[in-house]
């Protein structure tokens, strides 16, 4: 489904001889001419459209371009979203840009809504999805073009949700569209990577992709003209060879990983044994996200253990209040029923001890156990990792299993979270020990245990 080398040939030499016939429909508000894969992405008719690969390929000036197509049309809506709003407000990002291009036009900015709105009547919103719960801001809102700029920053169940808001009136006569852009790399690079097929040919060397319906445009930094190829190029020497390689070439092969885990060691299976011993381990964290700011994730990992075998049977995940967070748990704790232990990891001083007190009331009439946390997180993840890489632990099939395996591929590296891997550690380091003296464990995590709490 990508555009052919040939496609694209043709289309800079129709582009050259005769404009009119080729160019994609343009307002007074795109203040200059598309490059020939910029066109090309503005003419496609299709639902869904990803347009990835180098930096500097024009693709962020590409999504903002089709945002802009409608702004004409009564009642039409486009929204662009970013991860944070610190990314969308940086120099030079698209909010920033959009400022360059609208400011000298009739469009009118609304700082509070963060929308440029237009004498038609037809808006421009930036948002961003600091959080998963984050999609939910939108659910009663409506747009004709919503726009992910860096994909690859956002998980798969975001980019899928919005597009319950992609709608349009009776009578709005404009395309409905889902665009995304993206570098290589980043905590969403797998996803975005299979969603979209993107791939090397291995007989021509061509970057290709697309699948379903969903049509891909490989970025190279060479099809943007408005950059200094040289400098640039000297510029990305300087960067480790992954990095180059994803910013340069656009190579999706060259992915970052933390050393710790490979995501083909867990194998995900459809059922898991009737009979096993089940357990859930949480790690708290009660923070709302903020803009600019990407805080930890409380996370409640349930798994079994069988045979030799570590089963992960589901993960909660939330960022919220502490008292939304308490609500998260015990809701969790009765689905989970009486058979399966409640274990949270405690913090040091008063203040942790009172936790485990509160949440031990909160969940009284099921086994909850607190646990002090000390030595470094060696000591618990070198033993999964192991049991991980001969086939020892495996994943029961959800919509929980991408976020997971694309953050065991990064664990270690710098500003990745490693929220689910650090509970899946201190819980299986429990269930060995409960269940099979022969796997490795950390004895250093097992204290005498008084009622519902070992503190």
């Known amino acids: 489904m990508a555009l052919s080398a040939q496609s694209l040939a043709y289309l800079r030499e129709q582009v050259r001889l005769k404009p009119e016939l080729v160019w994609p429909r343009l307002t007074k508000y795109i203040p200059h001419a598309p490059t020939p894969k910029q066109a090309a992405f503005l003419l496609l008719p299709h639902l869904e459209a990803f347009y990835g690969g180098a930096a500097s390929g024009g693709k962020s000036d590409g999504l903002l371009m089709a945002g802009l197509q409608y702004v004409d049309v009564p009642r039409y809506a486009a929204l662009i979203l970013r991860r944070t709003f610190k990314d969308l407000a940086l120099p030079g990002a698209l909010m920033d840009r959009a400022f360059e291009w ?4 009739d469009a009118q900015w609304d700082d509070t809504e963060t929308t440029w709105r237009f004498p038609s009547g037809a808006t421009l919103t930036f948002g961003y999805l600091a959080s998963e719960n984050d999609k939910y801001r939108y659910q009663s809102s409506e747009f004709q073009y919503i726009a992910f700029d860096e994909l690859t920053g956002f998980s798969e169940t975001q980019y899928r949700y919005l597009f319950s808001r992609l709608r349009r009136r009776a009578g709005v006569n404009v395309p409905l569209r889902m665009r ?32 379903n319906g969903r049509l891909f445009i490989p970025a190279l930094k060479s099809d943007n003209p408005h950059i200094d190829q040289a400098s640039y190029t000297e510029s990305l020497s300087r960067l480790d060879p992954i990095t180059r390689a994803q910013l340069a070439e656009g190579d999706w092969s060259a992915r970052q990983s933390g050393g710790k885990f490979k995501r083909e060691w867990f194998e995900i299976v459809d059922a898991i044994p009737a009979e096993l011993t089940a357990a859930r381990w949480w790690d708290t964290a009660g923070t709302l996200p903020k803009p600019g700011k990407d805080p930890d994730w409380t996370r409640g990992v349930k798994a079994g253990y069988r045979a030799g075998v570590t089963y992960i049977i589901d993960i909660q995940s939330t960022r919220d209040t502490p008292g939304q967070v308490e609500k998260l748990v015990k809701q969790t704790a009765q689905l989970d029923g009486i058979s399966v232990t409640q274990y949270m990891g405690q913090e040091p001083g008063d203040a942790g001890i009172k936790m485990i007190d509160d949440y031990r009331l909160l969940l009284m009439g ?6 002090r946390e000390t030595g470094p997180k060696e000591l618990y993840i070198n033993p999964v990792s192991s049991q991980a890489e001969a086939g020892n632990i495996k994943l029961l099939r959800g919509t929980w299993n991408a976020a997971f395996l694309d953050e065991a591929e990064t664990y270690g590296l710098s500003g990745q979270h490693d929220d689910q891997l650090d509970a899946l550690g201190k819980l299986c380091n429990k269930l060995w020990l409960a269940n099979d003296a022969s796997v490795e464990t950390v004895e250093s995590y097992e204290y005498t245990i008084s009622g519902a709490s070992d503190y």
């Open 180 to 211: 995304s852009a993206s570098n290589p790399g980043g905590i969403g690079h797998d996803w975005v990577q299979r969603y979209f097929n993107i791939h090397t040919d291995p007989i021509t060397g061509i970057l290709r992709g697309g699948l």
């Open 102 to 105: 609208l400011r000298p036009s």
């Open 366 to 371: 099921y086994v909850f156990i607190g646990v």
